[in-house]
């Protein structure tokens, strides 16, 4: 392996201190503003609803982003008692229907998973924070379609079949349904039940796939053809998106080299996956079903700034690429372990384990404040409009992590640490220009989330990292973990209004305009 000193940046220049855009957008030219970042958000295991702190972050999450659907699994847990070995279809749903209750009973729809996935958390490569087999329970087909047609009953005569009928199944490629040299017939006759059995109960519930990874032998193009081959009469593909390893060689190469370490992969991974399925012929919506730029749960980055206006980054990449997309994760609560918590684990959850709102979360309810028609989109912003007098923008201000974070192992990150990984430090000056706007006075309301306000991490460390942190402790945290807030007012008189933002690296804003009248 090479030194780092002998590494080129591949993606660096040498920069000013201060980088320049400019924007303009026309209130005459708009279009509706379709929001893919607020219908669905991971969960984790479905059992985990029985959890009263779950629960209370699931509702906080909920309430907050207007979230329509929860990605839930393992729902053959034996902490169900489901009875699934009972001959004469008698099972026990009761534990199943309080999960599913407490969605449906605060307007969350579920998004369930139905295969047999083993619950993996990673704290590294090459170690587990837990890790726990699934065997696959049902030995024959027909098995698993009686019990899926007894689950399916048992649902519509719960919930009703109009609320079923706007669930989400999908069937996860486990690769146990594969032979080593890519068959996949075990796995697509798997899918097809599931679509024939859920179909014939509920025609308009959403049934599909999900492709997972390559695992050696299963290849997005073979899986492809075999899906156009054998006609599977689902209604979507969903696949995830992660970063690869980091100090791995990766198919030979460095990793610096590959295109998976690149500020655009997510995008660009999307793209090119859609464009080979459509050459093979799978005609359905692809979904996101699990993003993030890592599945290490002891990665310092996840709690950071950077979090922040990487999820931001990339909800606006990926704004007209997918209808869903599917953060992984809500809370760190999903992630269980031995170990006492500290307040930040570096997991990748949108709010800790005692529900303070990290810079991540921000970014999403920055974006959830957008208005219902879109003006224009750039690198780094959205505008939108209500088409009343009323304006919001979001920006970020993304810097990628240079080549030295590939190069180790992500745990081994600390803190103190990160501003090393990010050697580009350049404001970004953005000059937004609003044409054909009413004459009047205006208000500029801007919320700012950045190393000195509202990150819990950087607050954190201002505390000294004290790990037994008492009640009023976190109260106060919780308090001061909020986006800073500025207002002026601004009179525009040749219908034009012409603002500039500035913002620190890894800096996320959200700018509200609104018309204030006089008399």
């Known amino acids: 392996m090479e030194s780092i000193a002998d590494l080129p940046p591949y993606d660096r220049e040498e920069k000013d201190t201060e980088i320049f855009e400019n924007f303009t957008v026309d209130t005459r030219e708009s279009q509706p503003l379709k929001k893919n970042w607020n219908k669905m958000m991971n969960l984790g295991r479905v059992i985990a609803l029985l959890r009263g702190d779950v629960q209370e972050h699931v509702l906080f999450i909920k309430n907050t982003f207007d979230i329509e659907y929860i990605r839930i699994w393992d729902i053959y847990d034996d902490g169900l008692q489901l009875n ?24 969350l729809r579920p998004y369930i998973e139905l295969g047999c996935k083993p619950i993996i958390l990673l704290d590294n490569y090459e170690s587990y924070i837990s890790y726990v087999e699934r065997e696959i329970v049902f030995k024959e087909l027909e098995d698993y379609g009686h019990y899926l047609e007894s689950l399916m009953i048992h649902l519509v005569n719960r919930y009703g079949a109009q609320e079923v009928s706007q669930w989400i199944f999908e069937l996860w490629s486990d690769p146990r349904l594969f032979k080593k040299n890519g068959d996949g017939d075990a796995y697509f006759s798997t899918l097809e039940m599931s679509c024939r059995v859920i179909k014939k109960i509920v025609p308009g519930a959403r049934v599909g796939g999900a492709y997972d990874r390559e695992y050696g032998y299963i290849f997005l193009k073979d899986f492809a053809a075999a899906w156009s081959r054998r006609k599977v009469s689902a209604d979507f593909l969903s696949v995830y998106c992660y970063r690869s390893r980091g100090a791995e060689l990766i198919n030979g190469e460095v990793p610096y080299k590959h295109d998976a370490q690149k500020p655009d992969f997510l995008l660009n991974y999307l793209t090119e996956n859609k464009a080979l399925l459509k050459e093979y012929g799978v005609d359905v919506p692809v979904y996101v079903r699990e993003w993030n730029f890592t599945v290490i749960n002891r990665n310092v980055l996840n709690d950071s700034c950077f979090k922040g206006a990487y999820v931001m980054k990339n909800l606006i990449d990926l704004y007209d690429q997918t209808e869903l997309l599917g953060y992984w994760f809500a809370t760190d609560l999903f992630v269980e372990c031995e170990e006492a918590p500290k307040l930040l684990d570096g997991c990748c959850g949108l709010l800790s384990y005692d529900g303070i709102r990290k810079p991540a979360f921000y970014a999403f309810d920055f974006m959830n404040h957008l208005e219902e028609l879109l003006l224009g989109r750039s690198k780094h912003m959205m505008v939108t409009s209500n088409g009343y007098d009323s304006y919001t923008i979001v920006c970020h201000n993304y810097k990628h992590m240079d080549v030295q974070y ?7 990150v600390t803190v103190e640490e990160i501003p090393l990984l990010f050697p580009d430090t350049s404001r970004l000056k953005l000059n937004i220009r609003i044409n054909h706007i009413k004459n009047g006075f205006y208000y500029i309301k801007t919320h700012s989330v950045c190393a000195h306000s509202g990150s819990v991490q950087d607050e954190w460390k201002r505390m000294g990292f004290i790990e037994n942190l008492g009640r009023q402790d976190m109260d106060y945290l919780r308090g001061i973990c909020v986006p800073h807030i500025t207002v002026f007012e601004y009179p525009v008189k040749n219908h034009t209004l012409e603002i500039t933002l500035t913002l620190d690296a890894q800096e996320i804003q959200r700018i509200h305009i609104y018309r204030q009248l006089r008399e």
């Open 406 to 412: 590939f190069l180790r192992d992500e745990q081994e």
């Open 84 to 107: 699934l070995e009972n001959e004469g279809g008698r099972h026990n749903f009761s534990k199943l229907d309080k999960a599913l209750d407490f969605l449906c009973s605060n307007s």
